[in-house]
């Protein structure tokens, strides 16, 4: 058998096909790479997270392509789509999502709203650092160690603490019963130790003086889940110390609440 034959059997024609593919994704990959290499116009982190980025769209890229290759040989893909309407529907009612979580990713990213490694908190309830960034959604690693994947369309929130500053807002949740006078004399000599005893972590300006230094924000929150009122302590840190600060400032207020006996607001299915 010929050479000439033996490639038009179809499994070695899929096998060359792929192996083109992978060939030509790695031939990008690695222009890519070479091109960040000889150029120093974006900053470290910034192509990292290009070519992380790259990575993902070639992947896809080529996944397409050979899959494509592939349903050509058993179907004729031009009546297989314009044939069924319900088809056609379906798949312009999925790929209306897909497509929009790519605009939105592209978006995040070409913007320099996040990076690889960045500290983030989505839609106020979910905080870590990205740990990848894919064409359609976010991994973040949160402190718990859990990995949280989230679409780019499911984003409506999303603060970056990772540009020098972060601001740490602790807060304690106190009973009804809790006098507010009692609370806030406490909550603000919990401010004033904070200050005096954590001082370096504070972000200053180039005189050296606090930029926002740790205050009593008094009552941010009324009937938290119907348990008590939020009483909130913030500061502006540095972003290199934001999370042992934050563990420092939650360590004095609840040495506060026990020495001075504050009413912790309890959950009202508790029982005694």
């Not at 769209?57 to 899959?67: E, P």
């Amino acid at each position: 058998m010929s050479f000439l034959g033996l490639f038009q059997r179809l499994p070695i024609k899929i096998i060359t096909v792929a192996l083109l593919i992978i060939f030509t994704v790695y031939l990008i990959r690695k222009s890519i790479r070479l091109f960040f290499d000889k150029t120093s116009f974006l900053d470290e982190k910034r192509e990292e997270t290009l070519m992380h980025f790259a990575n993902q769209v070639t992947k896809a890229l080529g996944l397409v392509f050979f899959f494509i290759y592939v349903l050509s040989h058993f179907f004729q893909l031009e009546k297989l789509f314009t044939g069924s309407v319900v088809v056609a529907g379906a798949l312009a009612l999925i790929f209306q999502h897909i497509i929009r979580d790519y605009i939105m990713g592209l978006t995040y990213l070409f913007e320099r709203q996040i990076h690889l490694g960045d500290y983030v908190i989505i839609n106020g309830n979910r905080q870590g650092v990205i740990e990848e960034i894919s064409m359609r959604y976010l991994n973040i690693r949160q402190y718990d160690g859990y990995l949280y994947t989230v679409s780019y369309s499911s984003i409506t929130e999303l603060q970056n603490g990772n540009r020098g500053r972060r601001r740490v807002n602790e807060s304690l949740v106190l009973d009804y019963k809790q006098n507010p006078d009692d609370a806030f004399k406490v909550m603000e000599e919990v401010a004033q130790t904070c200050n005096e005893k954590y001082g370096e972590y504070l972000l200053k300006d180039e005189n050296g003086v606090p930029v926002e230094s740790f205050q009593f924000n008094q009552i941010t929150e009324l009937n938290v889940d119907f348990r008590g009122h939020r009483y909130s302590l913030s500061g502006l840190v540095k972003e290199a110390d934001y999370v042992e600060a934050g563990k420092k400032v939650r360590y004095e207020l609840a040495m506060a609440a026990y020495k001075n006996d504050l009413m912790m607001a309890e959950s009202p299915n508790t029982s005694h």
